[in-house]
């Protein structure tokens, strides 16, 4: 046995003899022959050394591909090969060039477009933490080959649908993969269809109302998602088109027909992000408001509130920043000073989660000093309608006049447009004002706005109580909305607004006075905003200065949403275009176009499918019920937006374990309930991890076919891909449509129905560009144009050209502004109220300030208002109560003078810190996680040597922190610390510290300090690769200390833990509703209630309370303090030069004499 | 063996069978270090010795020169008295000059890659023993603390192969989570380094820098332990003689194995107590594990012992006590808890249990 105490001989010997013989070898080259000349400026005698720098950029060929990453920009690149590798990339500087059918140009200002991440995206196709080849998990394999037995608690035991991080992932051919997966989906379809399915789920545990809704169908289990669909519109939502499939297979399951049919549930995307600014449909009705990048120029003052141009729009910030050299005026509202701080004209300094405070404090300075636009908000806005104040309905035309027969819009735009049904028309109604030339109300209808109201004769009161008789002889108190905005408004004082917001109130007084007298004005917004429970409210009350300024509807104006290439509405469809997207993703199986010939308008769209919001399952699998004690049994969840049970998950493009918020109780009391998980994806990813089958897709440079995508902040139309626009696949990878069109072969197999297979006849047989055009042909934005003139550079770089809007830049509600045309709401006009029954009931009917459920020193939840016509339902919730669905649906209302005495429960207990999550420039979400240089370049603790062998990787996550809040604390600068949320239920419901999940589980990070939070709010940026159990053994056991999981390849971003140990799903009450009345996403159309990405619960991960403390010191090997942070240059030790530095004295100019 | 003459210089140790194999490279840059180093304190005659030689190498044919420069190197190395060096070091410890046929002296970058060891000696055909040292070239300016530092370094491998020492190579703590490991592993050392110190102190004279850094990382390591008895502790640990390794296993594991060594008694037989042991460190010391959840804490929640160390405690409450003792029946309220798993049994019946058993899978 060898005593050797660190191994030394061994590596002393082979590291000696190396450097030895690389020594010799240098020194051979050396030997050559030394040529005499005399005068080495006449005659050079050998330059062939000056090749090697030049034929350092050699290649042999150059083509232009898409990152499609869910940045929201889609950009073009220019790839160099040499000798079959990608070498390098660059911008492609090609936008100019760009067409459309009309001959429209692109302006040359877009160029250059990429970021960091295109060009190194690189280092991801030939990466070491690709994933290779399909694998199979053997606990999942065992249970599949003994024949699907019926899981009981036993057998997930047996095959380890419990221990799914620790179960061995092998590999799988593909057409065994294939088999086995449509194995499964039939099997588990069978085995939760009819009574019997659903009595297994009534035992099982799941809420009687998601059983209902599968009405017997086994295959709504089934849930698939296509990772933001839209960045592959034909491999990516392809997914949706394989379960739209499934119909076939539960009609051959049930016998059912056409007519009857099930298939399975499509999951969201961008609400499941909480991409969406989900108060957007509550104003406008319409999914979200977003302009083309370019039209940003067009501003004279940009707000910035909870958004970071500068960071998260890297390919096109500079429309912004152009901003600023026009003379416009910048002003960022935000916790922290930023990056976009720094470009600001001021800096707005809020408390986390106050915003809404803070618009409603604008709106009333701008009421109360006369500097609204009262023609704006008489003909836009539902401050002229008249609202009852017994029942705080709106008034309606039947209610006061007898027989009052609806008016005739089957002419207007409403019908001819929108696409309003006769159905919708009578829910919707019409709608009262108290018009001030006859004093008298008078009924209007949803076309009665712009300058269709003067045209009328109609002059609407903005102010003013009124008494009505109703039909009933009753006499009724009306109010203008608007007249009860000045009551509701009353509470949001300069004083009280400082107060709850902690920003200052000469920038307070001083936005609003920008805002009232600047035009053309933008409010953006993003996750800062969209990631709280409340961001509903927060949306709602950002429009409230501009609907009352007019700032809508023009260039460089309006309130903007930020976040998520969400927008499967750029492939709208409409009755004279064709089904658009829907034709694609619900071509109907049952009646398939199998001739290529086919136009794309003749296809038969059909959705047997039903969309879900993935929150449900996020939730422990079910929806928002709650015992209260007033009512009993209560469901707040909607019929539209009900769940199903989940019992199986097939999902592309999405890291969808890693960024689920409350990741590990999703793996350790969630899925082991799902019986088969499968991700496709091009590298190792924890959700590959944590799944039964990891299927490895094609990347970008890696496309053999065609692909199709756009993006929601360009009108930028790219296709790209085929063997002549990338390079060879390096592993045993297929496109996704391949993956795709594989498990519905072995399905159309396994079913024996080949109308499963032929749903992909054009993929199966090469020719898969049919749908491409198909797609092309039918959709309101690209009808009219020919792939093929597309490919062969017709409009510009082949593959690229613009959709057809009909702005450049596209101005969100430029046609109702200039055509007179309704908004998408009930009523026609931007709204500022919700006489909803829900929004009633939750006290949300005005736009109200509450604190958040969890985020917040006071009540949580709690409604500050003294507003009269505020009643909401507390059902009887106790104050104290703790529990999370509790806290949700608590709608309790208190004077700001109340709330600010009471205590959040989780506040006393030191849980005082914010928890900011936002995005990183050196990611796209969890893509690039594991990259080395942007590993290295992420945080201040990158490091390619591994100095400190506790590192993950090169990278490491961290912390920012005030500094006067770490050192309270007894943390220093790179100390290792906890990041704890409510013990409660995180990082998972029922952990124990002896656990070994929960060693994984809990969150470890290093802390940096930064300056630039303040006191209560740190941050932390979210999408790293959280920790597994196979990287957390890793990384204790491993020599090197990596966190990268044996076998499987993966590597960590965390030594314990994740950015998800500490968030939770919030099921938000106001995003469930059935009767929100709205446009449909993809077509030109209205819906009430639920639709995923439209109007469904978004998640809110920034809701949340932690705790921080010290785990570990930050210097090396964990003794002493991190060296950086002591080098006199960091925050809050700065020596005497860095002191000088920053205070700008280093160097003293002196002044001339004159 | 031979294979290594291409890349190292080899030096015959005086009245003794030892070889001493040195890095060609490593040579070259001791020497040229040395040079420079003379140079700079003014001792300009080296500086001309070493160019007097090596210029007229540059006139010889290129196939010979640089034979002729390792030549000079391997001379002036031997001049400047290294092998010397390792001469008296083998002298110093005779287990090892008995028992060691060559040493091997590499090169590191760095200190963390400087490294000594001694092998089994089964690869060789003698049969004996190999000390392997990776040094850094700027060690050897100063022979006098490179000397003081070596004698620490092959002091440890002496009492590895002494079998007074018991020295046994089998992992004990590899079950433990790497945290506990780094925390037992380093005092261990501390411990082995002061009886190391000790000793060479006795025989070579005090080092009174090298006591009182030992000193203070022996106080910091065991912080808990009041100052009279870490006092008597350290001195006995660096008055004894060979102090074995089981001996400061047992002190580096279990707190009654520190007080029996305090009361002057043998630990030897305690190190088989470690389980049990270490689950009975009444105080607990910041940065020290949880003893539920084993994650290092710097937050204790205890009954109402003193903590040890800056960290922050809490006084706990009897009843959350028990909740914990119910899921865990080995743990004792006097062990501490951190403040996290805390928590976690108190907030248990703070949530309505509806949240839980509604959401919880079934």
Redesign the interface.
Known sequence: ?????????Q???V???A??LT?AIG?LRN?RQIITIDNPLSYYPNRDWEDIYRDQYRYDRTFTWVCSPNCTHQCRLLAFERNGVVTRIEQAYDVDRYKDLYGNQATVSWNPRGCNKGLSFHRRLYSPYRLRHPVIRKGWKQWADDRFPYLTEELRTRYKFDARGSDELIRVEWDDAFRYIAGALTNIAKTYSGDEGARRLAE??YEPEMIADMEGAGTRTLKFRGGMGLLGVTGKYGMYRLCNSLALLDARIRGTDEHTAKAGRTWSNYTWHGDQAPGHPWVHGLQAADCDFNDLRSSKLIVMSGKNLVENKMADAHFFVECMERGAKIVVISPEYGAPSTKADYWIPIRPNSDTALFLGIAKWIIDNKKYDATFVKQWTDFPLLVRTDNLKRLRPQDIFPDYVLKDISKGPSYTEHGLKEDQRIKVGDFVVWDTRTNSPVAITRDDVGNNLPEQRIDPALDGTFTVTDVNGNEVEVKTLFEMYRVHLEEFDLDTVHEITHAPKDLIVRLAEDLATIQPAAIHQGEGINHWFHATLVNRATYLPMMLTGNIGKRGAGVLAWAGNYKAALFQGSDWSGPGFKGWVAEDPFHLSLDESTHGKDIHAHAYFKDEEPAFWN????PL???TPKYGRKVFTGRSHMPTPTKSIIFNNVNLLNNAKHAYDMLK??N??VELIVSFDIQMTSSIEYADFGLPANSWLEFEGLEITAACQNPFLQIWGGRDNAVTPLFDSKDDIEILAGIGRALAKEVGDTRIADMWKFVNEGNRNVYIQRLLDSCTTTAGYQLDDIMSGKYGEPGAAMMLFRTYPRIPFWEQMHDDVPFYTDHGRLAAYSDLDEAIEYGENFIAHREGPEATPYLPNVIVSRNPYIRPDDYGIPLD??????RSIRNVKMPWADVKNTTN?LWQ?GYQFYCLTPKTRHRVHSQWSDVDWHLIWDSNFGDPYR?DRRMPGVGEQQLHINPQAAKDM?IEDGDYV?V?A????RPY??????DPF??VS?L?LRAVYNGAYPYNTVMTKHGSFLATERSVKAH?TRKD?RALSQKTGYQSSFRYGSYQSITRNWHMPMHQTDTLFHKSKASMSFLFGGEADNHAVNTVPKETLVKI?????GGLG?KGVWNPGKKGFAPDDEDDFMKQYLAGSLVNVAKPKV | MNG?V???FQFRIKESSVVVFV???LTEKIVLRVVDDARRRGDHPMSDEYHDATVNFYDLP?RDR?SAFDTLHRDMFDRFGFPSLVKELLDDFPILREQVGSV?I??ASSG?DE??????GVNHTDRKR?I???LQPERFIDLIRLRQRLRVEWLQLQD??DPTFQ?D?SQRWDDL???EQ?ILRDRYGALWNIAVEGRLARQFGENERARMNLLDQFNRLYRKHPDNVRDVVFQRLWDEGVTPHPSLVALTENRRAFGEFYSGRSVESLSDEREQDISEEIVPNV?DP?P????????WVIRAATLNG???KTVGVGEIFERIQA??PNWKPEYGVC???Y??YE??S???P???R?????
């Open positions: 046995m060898s005593i050797t105490r660190r191994e030394f001989l590596a002393a010997g590291g000696v003899g450097a030895t020594g020194n030997l099982q545990g939730h422990g699998d079910k019920v709650v015992d009391n969630v082991p309930k109560s703790m529990g999370w669905d509790e429960p207990r100095m007894g906890y704890d409510n013990p409660a239920d419901r029922g952990w124990r510290p002896d929960y060693r809990r470890m204790e200390g403390t010290k785990a570990e010191d964990g | 290594l291409s890349f190292f890095d060609r490279q290129k640089a091997l590499g090169s963390k490294s000594v060891d001694l092998d089994t190999r392997g040292m990776r590895t192969i020295y190579t989570p790497p945290m780094n940065g949880c539920l959840c084993r994650f290092p804490t710097y937050r800056e960290g922050a899921e865990h403040e996290r798993c928590e976690r907030l248990l703070t949530v309505p509806q949240s839980e509604a959401q919880q899978c079934r």
